[in-house]
């Protein structure tokens, strides 16, 4: 593996358990290094050991096993493992949930200017296209008070009346999707590298990630369509019955099948949340990413889900501590209007209440387009930590002593291509 932050995918694993790649019970834990190496992780592993740091990184348990490295878990003169080396913003070792939430955190830290210089330049460009067409479609809401005081409309009557809505909000959800497709594929990189504790500029960053940008699209919109039409699929049968006129059996059926649906969706939702950073990651195809993201999370579901579901937490608590006393600003400059449009009284808003608002998105956004893109690209990385033995090629590519001669082995073979 060399220094730059595309990394190619460790190959085909063999069938059976995951965590074991030969379809035998008893594989190693990665956690104390018990048992035989399986066919799919690396044989050779860094100096000392299953999970130790490089040579000198950490002392040397004396022989006999006296003073702190008496008997514990493996008997007389166990000892414990040094700690893991950490040439970035993360020790080369399965991640907890706080490490990998510090290691976005330390991204932007170590980083803050190429971080804070992208998050901000995507998210002024969105933001200020977002409020022009706010300004211009989304604040008249002529169209929907006549469609009020018109009972029955005509379908031309109705395209008329919601034609300005429909036109703001596929501008602002197009522009919104181009900004997250950016900030992805560049904040991306920028980890990669940061966990080999390299610096990266902004230019690096885009030359890297440009040429898999349309992937990268494809990709953000195939899988909310996959999940969209699971949740249509589930809701078909009652939705049938109901056109056919059987009532009682549509309004049992179209509640479940919105719930069953629900339920599946977000299964799949998780099962592929890792295919962006794979994609950027391992410059694959969209199908190739999604079956890398299914693999990865498979027997990790529940872990996977309850970190995505803290970062979701995080990142709208740091979005409403912004956005809150920015939207009081907004009423505030925007007058009287601003408040009777927030309410549903008027039909239009004021330039100073749009454009307060405005900012308070782009602080929010630079703020959480970072941790966003950092916590799936580390929790990537985690997993092929611990299924692929990544630690030693993380290892090998920041230059690390100890790690030059080792050797994935066994078929995974991971390394990286020039980004």
Known sequence: MNDSPGWASPGPAASGDPDRGDGKPGGPDRATGAGEPPVNWSKEQPPGGGWTAPAGSGPTPPPGGSGPWGAGPGGPGWAPQPAAAKPGVIPLRPLGIGEILDGAVSTMRAHWRTVLGISLAVAVVTETISTVATGLWLTDQTGLAALENNPNPTPDEALDALGGFFTGAAVTGFVGLLGTIIATALLTVVVSRAVLGQPVTTGEAWHSGRPLLLRLLGLLLLVPLIVAGTVAAAMAPGLLLAWAGVDVAAALLVPLGALAGLGLAVWLAIRFSLAAPALML????????????????????????????????????????????????????????????????????????????????????????????GVAALLYIDLRIRREALDLELGRAAGLPGYEGTDTGGGTGGTAQGG
């Open 282 to 373: 391992e410059r694959q195809g969209v199908l190739t990413s999604l079956r890398r993201s299914v693999k990865l999370v498979r027997g990790s579901w529940w872990r996977v889900f309850g970190i995505q579901l803290l970062t979701l937490a995080l990142l709208f608590f740091v979005a409403l501590v912004v956005e809150v006393p920015t939207s009081f600003a907004a009423v505030l400059l925007g007058g009287e209007s601003a408040a009777d449009w927030v309410t549903g009284d008027s039909t239009e808003a004021s330039w100073p209440f749009l454009i307060v608002l405005g900012i308070g998105s782009v602080i929010s956004s630079t703020i959480t387009f970072p941790i966003s893109a």
